[in-house]
């Protein structure tokens, strides 16, 4: 039988457990607020006291006798008892906003930090868009809730107990018609909780399916763009929000009654409490001051027990979020981190694909017992048809995967065993998904090595053949790139990529199709630094430009998963095999039709 999962707000109470001490600081200072803000019924009973009964009012008992004296005693109370409330007004504001700033910061902090250290199989079946979602509107849905929520909740609380408290001290009777209405309201409260729950969770799903649609048209805008698609993604985006403004309005529809309903309860008791009040103040059975105090207590005590829908509300939705969070913070990563350090500076480079076996989730195997031998300093180019595993093998070495079984090993010692860290830090990778951030060209070359200095950076630039066009921009090293180096010609952000490797001068070096996008100048210019590089490091190139490959040490083919052929460019142009074919085909001697079968594998 499975444990049922804890509450979010449980789960909310154990996340905060480091923010404790400034959470009861903040209740504290909630309580005592609202202790003051009830004493002004208690003043006004003491002045109608006075009034009324002059030298034989309760203040006289304690040596006031004169009424004047007694007012100015009543008026002094006054000033300082406000003032309490305003002190702890601004000071359960304080606390309570700073601490949800605080919350904010760290689980959003965290749940990104959570993510990204998740497998790349994990980020498959998830979306940008959803992922944006929880860590802006549900990590800021809770800062809401911690805003004002919370603070609401302990003051309707206190309200209940102290005003309850002197009621049972006056008059037992007026307690009880008081609080006639607050089971009603509690129940009520239980029942729309339990109701309204389901369809801010509802709300929430729909919020992410719209930022993910966003997500997608804004980084696909040139595309777009391109297939004149605009009208049809306006409608799409349009769909997607009218679904979320129906979900709200499901819920809206719940949450608008509650208050309604909770004022007519409310009204009950107050009449009842005014009505018996007065007739036992006519009867002489009660003071006029304390009926007073207990008409405008009353009035404390029922009113603010409206605005529990909207505190209802609002925390609702809070665990709506919180849910989403802390599922999200529960997933663990299949990539355990190894134990075994390796510091980057005493790897060779040598890499070895140990009767490995993969597939992808949900995909039929791609790898099986595949086996594969770089030495260290060697040059290595793999090629075959789309599919075949080239770009696998690169995830494998970077343990963005691991094998189903088999081991890939560096210098020796499993990937598994050694930490994430030291792996990545051993290899530098040039992928054929270009990516840069915004910043400059030199934060993007810099993004390789932290602590890169001016000069490594411009050695790395001269190395991608970089250079010559980084120092005709009007700023040069410092030029914005804008979002994804959008105002870069393709050939110019590979170089970057490139130069961003090479910075980080890692005794390991792949390049996963990365000169796709320059032109055959700057190919043949990077092939000479990439030449000069391999004396001093492993090199690993995945290409289907064949003339980025000539002058490598080996050639592997690679063809339904397995190695097919392997040797050295004039070897493999010598017998009958695919690389023969691609090669005619790319220097002309055959038809096109023969790359496409070579291509697509058949």
């Given at each position: 039988m499975s444990t049922p999962s804890p509450s979010p707000f449980m789960q909310l109470m154990a996340y905060s457990v480091a923010h404790r001490r400034r959470m009861l600081l903040a209740s504290t200072c909630s309580v005592l607020n609202k202790i003051f803000d009830l004493a002004p019924p208690a003043l006004i009973g003491l002045a109608v006291d006075v009034v009324v009964k002059g030298e034989e009012s309760w203040l006289a008992t304690f040596g006031l006798k004169d009424?004047?004296?007694?007012?100015?005693?009543?008026?002094?109370?006054?000033?300082?008892?406000?003032?309490?409330?305003?002190?702890?007004?601004?000071?359960?504001?304080?606390?309570?906003?700073?601490?949800?700033?605080?919350m904010q910061h760290d689980l959003r902090k965290e749940t990104y930090d959570h993510i990204q250290r998740q497998d790349m199989a994990w980020f498959q079946d998830r979306s940008v868009g959803r992922l944006m979602s929880i860590l802006n509107d549900d990590v800021n849905q809770l800062e809401r809730f911690l805003d004002g929520g919370a603070n609401d909740i302990l003051q309707v609380g206190t309200t209940v107990v102290a005003v309850s408290g002197v009621f049972f001290w006056f008059s037992p009777g007026m307690a009880g018609l008081s609080l006639l209405p607050i089971p009603v309201i509690l129940w009520g409260s239980f029942?729309?909780?339990?109701?309204?729950?389901?369809?801010?969770?509802?709300?929430?799903?729909?919020?992410?399916?719209?930022?993910?649609?966003?997500?997608?048209?804004?980084?696909?805008?040139?595309?777009?763009?391109?297939?004149?698609?605009?009208?049809?993604?306006?409608?799409?985006?349009?769909?997607l929000s009218a679904a979320y403004q129906q979900s709200n309005r499901r819920a809206i529809a719940l949450s608008s009654v509650f208050s309604p309903l909770i004022r007519m309860a409310i009204v009950v008791g107050f009449v009842a409490t005014l009505v018996y009040g007065g007739w036992l103040t006519l009867n002489n059975e009660m003071e006029v001051g304390t009926f007073s105090v207990l008409v405008f207590l009353t009035q404390r005590l029922l009113w603010p027990l409206t605005r529990l829908g909207a505190t209802f509300d609002l925390y609702q939705r809070a665990m709506a979020s919180t849910r989403r969070v802390m599922d999200l913070l529960a997933v663990r990563s299949s990539i355990h981190d190894g134990t075994v350090r390796l510091s980057p500076e005493r790897v060779q480079g040598s890499l070895r694909f140990s009767n490995v076996t993969f597939g992808y989730p949900g995909r039929p195997t791609l790898l099986k017992d595949f086996d594969l031998e770089v030495q260290?300093?060697?040059?290595v180019a793999i090629v075959g048809p789309t599919g075949s595993g080239k770009s696998t093998l690169v995830r494998l070495a970077l343990r963005l995967f691991d094998p189903n079984s088999g081991d890939v090993l560096l210098d020796g010692h499993a990937l598994r065993t050694l930490a994430v860290k030291d792996v990545r830090h051993s290899i530098g990778l040039v992928s054929q998904s270009i990516f840069l951030f915004p910043g400059t060209i030199a934060d993007n070359i810099r993004y390789g090595n932290r602590g890169a200095t001016d000069e490594d950076v411009r050695i790395a630039a001269r190395q991608a053949e970089a250079t010559s066009f980084i120092e005709q921009l009007p700023q040069g090293f410092n030029t914005l790139?804008?979002?994804?180096?959008?105002?870069?010609?393709?050939?110019?952000?590979?170089?970057?990529?490139?130069?961003?490797?090479?910075?980080?001068?890692?005794?390991?070096?792949?390049l996963d199709e990365a000169t796709s996008a320059v032109d055959n100048e700057t190919e043949a210019a990077i092939q000479r630094s990439l030449s000069n590089l391999g004396q001093e490091r492993t090199i690993f190139i995945i290409a289907h430009r064949l003339s980025t490959i000539r002058h490598v040490d080996r050639i592997i083919v690679l063809q339904d998963g397995a190695i097919c052929q392997s040797g050295t460019h004039d070897e493999l142009v010598a017998v009958e095999g695919l690389y023969m074919r691609l090669w005619r085909v790319q220097t002309g001697e055959t038809e096109p039709d023969v790359a496409e079968d070579f291509l697509l594998g058949r």
């Amino acid at each position: 039988m499975s444990t049922p999962s804890p509450s979010p707000f449980m789960q909310l109470m154990a996340y905060s457990v480091a923010h404790r001490r400034r959470m009861l600081l903040a209740s504290t200072c909630s309580v005592l607020n609202k202790i003051f803000d009830l004493a002004p019924p208690a003043l006004i009973g003491l002045a109608v006291d006075v009034v009324v009964k002059g030298e034989e009012s309760w203040l006289a008992t304690f040596g006031l006798k004169d009424s004047m004296h007694q007012l100015e005693f009543v008026a002094f109370l006054t000033v300082i008892i406000w003032g309490l409330e305003s002190i702890f007004e601004y000071l359960f504001q304080w606390l309570w906003r700073n601490l949800a700033q605080a919350m904010q910061h760290d689980l959003r902090k965290e749940t990104y930090d959570h993510i990204q250290r998740q497998d790349m199989a994990w980020f498959q079946d998830r979306s940008v868009g959803r992922l944006m979602s929880i860590l802006n509107d549900d990590v800021n849905q809770l800062e809401r809730f911690l805003d004002g929520g919370a603070n609401d909740i302990l003051q309707v609380g206190t309200t209940v107990v102290a005003v309850s408290g002197v009621f049972f001290w006056f008059s037992p009777g007026m307690a009880g018609l008081s609080l006639l209405p607050i089971p009603v309201i509690l129940w009520g409260s239980f029942r729309f909780q339990s109701r309204i729950a389901p369809r801010y969770a509802d709300v929430r799903e729909t919020a992410s399916l719209v930022n993910e649609q966003l997500a997608n048209n804004l980084t696909g805008i040139e595309t777009i763009k391109s297939f004149s698609c605009e009208d049809y993604e306006r409608n799409r985006v349009g769909d997607l929000s009218a679904a979320y403004q129906q979900s709200n309005r499901r819920a809206i529809a719940l949450s608008s009654v509650f208050s309604p309903l909770i004022r007519m309860a409310i009204v009950v008791g107050f009449v009842a409490t005014l009505v018996y009040g007065g007739w036992l103040t006519l009867n002489n059975e009660m003071e006029v001051g304390t009926f007073s105090v207990l008409v405008f207590l009353t009035q404390r005590l029922l009113w603010p027990l409206t605005r529990l829908g909207a505190t209802f509300d609002l925390y609702q939705r809070a665990m709506a979020s919180t849910r989403r969070v802390m599922d999200l913070l529960a997933v663990r990563s299949s990539i355990h981190d190894g134990t075994v350090r390796l510091s980057p500076e005493r790897v060779q480079g040598s890499l070895r694909f140990s009767n490995v076996t993969f597939g992808y989730p949900g995909r039929p195997t791609l790898l099986k017992d595949f086996d594969l031998e770089v030495q260290s300093g060697e040059s290595v180019a793999i090629v075959g048809p789309t599919g075949s595993g080239k770009s696998t093998l690169v995830r494998l070495a970077l343990r963005l995967f691991d094998p189903n079984s088999g081991d890939v090993l560096l210098d020796g010692h499993a990937l598994r065993t050694l930490a994430v860290k030291d792996v990545r830090h051993s290899i530098g990778l040039v992928s054929q998904s270009i990516f840069l951030f915004p910043g400059t060209i030199a934060d993007n070359i810099r993004y390789g090595n932290r602590g890169a200095t001016d000069e490594d950076v411009r050695i790395a630039a001269r190395q991608a053949e970089a250079t010559s066009f980084i120092e005709q921009l009007p700023q040069g090293f410092n030029t914005l790139i804008g979002e994804r180096g959008q105002r870069l010609s393709g050939g110019q952000r590979q170089r970057i990529c490139i130069a961003r490797a090479l910075v980080k001068n890692p005794p390991i070096l792949i390049l996963d199709e990365a000169t796709s996008a320059v032109d055959n100048e700057t190919e043949a210019a990077i092939q000479r630094s990439l030449s000069n590089l391999g004396q001093e490091r492993t090199i690993f190139i995945i290409a289907h430009r064949l003339s980025t490959i000539r002058h490598v040490d080996r050639i592997i083919v690679l063809q339904d998963g397995a190695i097919c052929q392997s040797g050295t460019h004039d070897e493999l142009v010598a017998v009958e095999g695919l690389y023969m074919r691609l090669w005619r085909v790319q220097t002309g001697e055959t038809e096109p039709d023969v790359a496409e079968d070579f291509l697509l594998g058949r």
